[in-house]
């Protein structure tokens, strides 16, 4: 009956710590940088003209669409919202609103 406890306990024992000492890797992600459309955004928020910051704004995006085809879309559609619009203060409000969902 000994023989048989020892048995056991020496049992539960190794299959406790057989899972122990196995760890997995960990792969490190590096999230990807925000796209240019984000820096450029910003600075139209702050400054309230478009310009021609809007072309490169729009390729930063279009070239979004290989990681996140619905943002970028989205994003695409907003861009030419706010390509008509000509009110400062407008400009502003509809850039930061972009620029945060980068």
Do not use: F, N, W, Y
């Given at each position: 009956?000994?023989?048989?406890?020892?048995?056991a306990a020496m049992l539960l024992f190794l299959i406790g710590v057989s899972g122990c000492s196995s760890s997995l890797?960990?792969?490190?992600?590096?999230?990807p940088a925000p796209p240019a459309a984000k820096s450029q955004l910003s600075d139209v928020a702050a400054s309230g003209e478009?310009?021609?910051?809007?072309?490169?704004?729009?390729?930063?995006?279009e070239s979004l669409k290989a990681t996140d085809a619905a943002k970028a879309e989205a994003l695409l559609k907003e861009l030419s919202e706010l390509e008509g619009l000509a009110d400062p203060g407008r400009i502003k409000a509809k850039a930061k609103s972009m620029a945060d969902k980068l």
């Open positions: 009956m000994l023989r048989l406890g020892i048995s890797p960990s792969e490190q992600v590096t999230p478009l310009g021609s910051a809007a072309s490169s704004i729009r390729e930063s995006l």
